[in-house]
């Protein structure tokens, strides 16, 4: 189990980290988190232009397979695409903790953290049961909305892996490398296209406020380096 009372730590990369990279980084914590050596952790990254395809990704769902690295994942979702502008928050929490172990659960309290810290941006957000993720209404598309959160999980000895993307300022062009998440027709957007220049800072603020107020006390702790040693 995880260390009961600790605040969650709260990590901030300054560069953008590579997918494999983040992902052995999120594997050694998880296990270090399961076994009560470390306290939960949320990591803020970027990661540079790059797709994730996961167990349920449909190659046709693959527009242009050429123009971005493509690397398979664990995580639950199909095809997903990020890169610089766009906030990862890895959640290495304990979901037994959390949500007593229901991971469906976890998923609405992820959204829920998502769409406080746009409340506090002057955004109005929406989840859906049926399809994980965070939304916003666009009456002038078709379908009268478009995605601005996703999200996709793993849980690994009862902690999750892996967490969400909030799209601040990214390139939208790029999407249109994938059919995203796999819900063809659904537009994606962003804080920028919807008119909101908030800073990657003012949206990080946001997000650890909304976290926290979901969460429980958070504790910021260096940046690590993938050198093993602690960043300057």
Request: with cysteine; net charge negative; aromatic share 6%.
């Amino acid at each position: 189990m995880t260390i009961p009372g600790r605040p969650i730590r709260l990590m901030r990369s300054s560069r953008p980290v590579a997918y494999p990279d983040a992902v052995a980084f999120m594997v050694g914590e998880v296990d270090r988190i399961a076994h009560a050596d470390h306290s939960e952790l949320l990591w803020f990254l970027e990661h540079p232009p790059l797709l994730t395809k996961g167990p349920r990704g449909q190659m046709q769902h693959l527009i242009e397979p050429d123009r971005f690295p493509v690397f398979e994942t664990d995580r639950g979702g199909e095809i997903t695409y990020h890169g610089p502008g766009q906030r990862i928050v890895y959640t290495l929490l304990d979901v037994r903790q959390r949500t007593g172990g229901d991971v469906r659960a976890f998923v609405r309290l992820l959204e829920r953290c998502v769409i406080g810290s746009l409340d506090r941006l002057g955004v109005t957000a929406t989840s859906d049961p049926a399809r994980p993720g965070v939304w916003v209404q666009r009456p002038d598309l078709p379908g009268g909305e478009s995605k601005i959160g996703a999200l996709g999980l793993k849980v690994r000895h009862g902690i999750s892996l892996h967490g969400i993307s909030l799209n601040v300022s990214p390139d939208l062009s790029h999407f249109d490398a994938i059919v995203a998440c796999g819900l063809e027709g659904s537009a994606v957007t962003s804080l920028a296209a919807l008119g909101h220049t908030a800073s990657l800072e003012t949206v990080d603020n946001a997000l650890i406020a909304s976290f926290a107020a979901c969460l429980g006390s958070l504790e910021p702790v260096a940046e690590v380096g993938f050198d093993g040693r602690s960043a300057d």
